[in-house]
């Protein structure tokens, strides 16, 4: 079993930054694909970036792309996703997911979730 404990969240203007991390414990992450989802009000979940076990491959939802950078610590078994240019679209509850089929993206059923964490963009 794995516990994903999430935080970094909050308000913050349009163009500015944020840095999400999820901290896990119960198992190693170093071989586990990990990656952030969100989920926006009325609309569906939606992969927006992650990271395999192994490699160098990374998946990023085009909205997101050269804005926001995944990566892992995994001396510490822990994932971030650094969030840069912030846009009002960018408002969604994020949540971090490991143990998926990397080869999938995005159409991937992760196999924990964390509790998610709320992001909110004025503009």
């Known amino acids: 079993q794995v516990q994903l404990v999430e935080s970094g969240g909050g308000l913050v203007q349009a163009g500015g930054s944020l840095t999400l991390s999820c901290a896990a414990s119960g198992r190693t992450l170093s071989t586990l694909s990990v990656g952030w989802f969100r989920q926006a009000p009325g609309k569906e979940r939606e992969l927006v970036a992650g990271l395999p076990w192994a490699g160098s491959s990374t998946y990023y939802t085009d909205s997101v792309k050269d804005r926001f950078t995944i990566s892992r610590d995994n001396s510490k078994n822990t994932v971030y996703l650094q969030m840069n240019s912030l846009k009002p679209e960018d408002t969604a509850v994020y949540y971090c997911?490991?143990?998926?089929?990397?080869?999938?993206?995005?159409?991937?059923?992760?196999?924990?979730w964390g509790q998610g964490t709320q992001v909110t963009v004025s503009s």
């Open positions: 997911v490991v143990g998926f089929n990397f080869g999938l993206v995005p159409h991937v059923q992760p196999a924990y």
